[in-house]
């Protein structure tokens, strides 16, 4: 059984699109963290986010944690070629040490 | 200045030899992991560090066996490899419980 489901598993759009990437889970997580992956390189954080509710904003990406911590989403607005990759949802349940992956969203932006 | 360094990128070798794969972060952090992403791209938890101390082990063979000879080194050593265990592996580091430095990741095929 997969902890975290992200959706959609593939996206491709043209440049100036908006997009949504959802991250979901029936368990409580004390933190997320949003990742992207390029290709041959190493996933690198994005943000994290810890309090139920909470939104952070990074340029034009938007992320948000749901008020119970069981879900997120990331939200691109204006979306560029530059931000093609795969996007990794990670979470760390209160009181354990290990910090699990959904299985990533594949973005790609079309000029 | 690279943070996390891991060595080679690429490892092809036959079935049944035996391969180490070494990982050294100069960031400081007091905890280093190794995690397996498959050709699907899902990043699983092998195995974590914290100041040399083994503190996550997942169900993952006996012929992967991790060291750690400092806080800034963990080493993977494969015994007797299999096909299935082509994989691309990378090596992290992190202050305990927040945010991954990954390096860019061992590319192993096993043929």
């Known amino acids: 059984t997969q902890l975290l489901e992200q959706s959609p598993q593939f996206l491709s759009i043209q440049e100036g699109e908006n997009l949504t990437v959802y991250c979901n889970s029936s368990s409580v997580f004390s933190s997320l963290q949003w990742y992207r992956q390029e290709p041959g390189e190493g996933p690198v954080l994005l943000v994290t986010v810890v309090t139920g509710g909470e939104v952070k904003k990074l340029k034009r990406l938007t992320f948000q944690f749901g008020d119970a911590r069981k879900d997120s989403s990331l939200h691109i607005t204006a979306a560029q070629p530059g931000d093609t990759g795969l996007y990794l949802c990670a979470g760390l349940q209160g009181g354990s040490e290990k910090l699990v992956f959904g299985k990533g969203t594949k973005l790609t932006v079309n000029p | 200045d690279t943070a996390v360094s891991q060595t080679p990128k690429y490892l092809v070798t036959q079935m049944g030899n035996d391969k180490s794969i070494k990982c050294e972060q100069n960031?400081?952090?007091?905890?280093m992991y190794w995690y397996k992403q498959d050709s699907k791209k899902f990043l699983k938890i092998m195995f974590s560090?914290?100041?040399?101390?083994?503190?996550i082990n997942e169900t993952v063979p006996n012929r992967f066996s991790p060291k750690s000879p400092d806080k800034a080194h963990l080493n993977l050593h494969i015994n007797s490899l299999e096909l299935g265990d082509s994989a691309v592996y990378f090596c992290?580091?992190?202050?305990?419980?927040?945010?991954?430095?990954f390096g860019s990741g061992t590319q192993l095929s096993v043929l």
């Open positions: 960031l400081g952090h007091d905890t």
């Open positions: 992290a580091s992190s202050l305990r419980n927040e945010k991954l430095f």
């Open positions: 560090y914290n100041n040399k101390e083994l503190i």
